[in-house]
């Protein structure tokens, strides 16, 4: 089945912040997702083709919540088992017309890093430096590295 932008926005939302208890950790991973979709350089650049969200959710090693299995192992949390609520839509509807969490910026990256702290860069190319932390998850804005990638 061929999910429409909206159902796989609502979808990696609730997969992606499952942990978090607020609405707000929901709009913080639909702000990074919209984020890749429309930055104008670099890797997710190229891969949105000029606003392609699946291929952004998609892209292979990003979302472990876009993936069925994970080290050879059948993944439950993926987004085929998820059954968006009034609130995911509201949030996908929310970020699909353009409107992003301040507190995340441009930020292109999350990660929950099962700590109390966050690395001071993430990927571990160095093309993303410590913005935020929110709940459980540190946000990585952009460096000047990343428009390399």
């Not at 609405?23 to 702000?31: D, L, Q, R, Y």
């Not at 085929?80 to 929310?94: F, L, Q």
């Not at 190319?125 to 932390?133: E, F, P, Q």
Request: overall charge positive; glycine content about 6%; hydrophobic content about 30%.
């Amino acid at each position: 089945m061929a999910y429409s932008d909206r159902e796989l926005l609502a979808r990696i939302v609730q997969c992606e912040a499952r942990t978090e208890r607020e609405t707000i950790g929901m709009k913080a991973v639909a702000t990074v997702t919209m984020n890749r979709v429309y930055v104008p350089n670099g890797e997710y650049a190229r891969v949105s083709q000029g606003g392609n969200i699946r291929n952004i959710i998609f892209q292979q090693g990003q979302f472990d919540c876009a993936r069925e299995t994970i080290r050879n192992q059948y993944n439950p949390q993926n987004i085929y088992n998820m059954t968006p609520t009034e609130v995911h839509y509201n949030i996908a509807d929310w970020a699909l017309v353009g409107n992003r969490l301040n507190e995340i910026g441009d930020c292109l990256w999350y990660l929950n890093p099962f700590r109390p702290s966050c690395a001071s860069t993430f990927p571990s190319n160095g093309s993303g430096t410590l913005h935020t932390r929110l709940g459980e998850h540190c946000f990585y804005r952009p460096t000047n590295k990343y428009s390399q990638t």
